[in-house]
């Protein structure tokens, strides 16, 4: 064997090792360094444990667990929404927080990533009353794409992404929110695309300036459960995990 197929199978060797251990942590699993970090899981890829469906005790028919994701049926469309679907929220409330989670979405459809709700239907109607949101979206596909501020990965309404890094309708993307110290970071697919100041008077502006200028508590929350929303279309959830900052 020459000197250099010795290196070429060297190398071949370590991308297998590297891919392996990629591979040895199972979707909505954690890993020992990630224990370690103080990440949890809010999807256990088998049940809807943690979750309710905004303005009651369980979760609605329509959020199915498919195959290690948490899954919108949208089939029995009702209005912008499902026919018992609905926003799911998380049991727990969450102030400062590193948050992961993968996403699919349908063609043409429209879902988003909602934070900082308040649980308190009788006051507010819908979890957006309260909770700022990551814009979830088929680009290419859905017309909320051809209005700014709209696009997936933005920060609905509010800020656009300083660039698009979504992939094609049908793959995962990987989003993050980063809640810290009256800062807000959003990722998409390893990439910062949003940073903001939140609760000071930039934040007050872009509040004046947005579609919930006449929703009074929007946006003023520190903590607050997190919600998947339900836009009536199919959209697929995976490795939903946090950590407290």
């Not at 469309?77 to 989670?101: A, M, N, P, R």
């Amino acid at each position: 064997m020459t000197r250099y197929s010795v290196v070429t199978a060297i190398a071949w060797l370590l991308i297998s090792a590297c891919a392996s251990s990629k591979k040895m942590t199972a979707d909505n699993t954690l890993s020992t360094k990630e224990k370690q970090e103080g990440w949890q899981l809010l999807f256990d890829g088998n049940t809807t444990n943690g979750w309710h469906t905004y303005g009651k005790k369980n979760v609605g028919a329509a959020w199915k667990v498919t195959d290690g994701t948490l899954h919108l049926d949208a089939s029995n469309k009702s209005g912008w929404q499902t026919g018992d679907g609905g926003d799911i929220v998380t049991d727990q409330e969450f102030g400062d927080y590193h948050l992961k989670l993968e996403w699919k979405i349908s063609p043409n459809g429209n879902s988003g990533i909602i934070f900082n709700i308040q649980d308190d239907p009788a006051k507010y109607q819908y979890v957006w009353n309260t909770g700022p949101e990551m814009q979830v979206l088929d680009n290419n596909g859905h017309p909320d794409a051809k209005i700014h501020k709209h696009r997936a990965g933005d920060l609905y309404d509010l800020i656009a992404s300083s660039k698009e890094t979504v992939r094609p309708v049908g793959e995962w993307n990987l989003a993050e929110i980063i809640q810290q110290n009256n800062k807000l970071e959003l990722r998409l697919n390893g990439e910062t695309i949003v940073t903001t100041s939140l609760w000071d008077d930039s934040w007050k502006s872009l509040l004046a300036g947005s579609k919930f200028r006449d929703m009074p508590d929007f946006g003023r929350f520190r903590s607050g459960r997190i919600a998947l929303q339900d836009h009536g279309d199919n959209v697929w959830f995976r490795n939903i995990k946090i950590r407290k900052l």
